[in-house]
C-alpha cells in the first residue's frame, strides 16, 4: 500500500479503462490467493486461530485494503506512511493469531524495531 500511487491509478482508469479493469481483476486475484495461502499456512503451523473461515477473512481483508485507497479519511500521506502500514498489518494479525501466534508476532517486531515499548 505505502508504494502505491493514487495519480497512476487515477490515469490509468481515465485514459485506459479497459487496461485499468483487467489489471484490477489479476490485482484482486493475486492478493486474494495470496491471503487465502498466508491464512492456510498459518492455521497449518498454529499461529492463526482454527476456526477461522479462509475465505471469508481473505475477501475481507481484500475489501478492507481496496476501500481503504478509496477512501478520503486518510491522508495520502498517512496512507504511504510505514507506520499506517505497521498499524494495519498488526491490526489485523490480531484478529486471526493464536496466543502463539501473538507472541511470534511480538517477537519479530521486537527484532525489526517496530516496537518502541515492549511492554505495550
Not at 495470496?34 to 481483508?61: C, P, V
Amino acid at each position: 500500500m505505502k508504494d502505491h500511487s493514487p495519480s497512476y491509478v487515477y490515469d490509468l482508469k481515465k485514459y485506459y479503462p479497459d487496461i485499468f479493469r483487467n489489471l484490477m481483476v489479476a490485482r484482486r486475484k493475486f492478493m486474494y490467493e495470496s491471503m487465502l495461502a498466508n491464512i492456510r499456512k498459518g492455521k497449518k503451523e498454529g499461529l492463526y486461530r482454527k476456526e477461522l473461515d479462509e475465505e471469508i477473512i481473505a475477501k475481507l481483508h481484500l475489501l478492507r485494503i481496496e476501500n481503504l485507497r478509496e477512501s478520503e479519511i486518510f491522508k495520502d500521506e498517512e496512507m504511504h506512511s510505514t507506520k499506517f502500514f505497521n498499524e494495519v498489518f498488526v491490526y489485523h494479525i490480531h484478529g486471526l493469531a493464536t496466543e502463539e501466534g501473538l507472541r511470534v508476532l511480538e517477537e519479530n517486531l521486537q527484532k525489526i524495531n517496530l516496537r518502541e515499548n515492549p511492554e505495550s
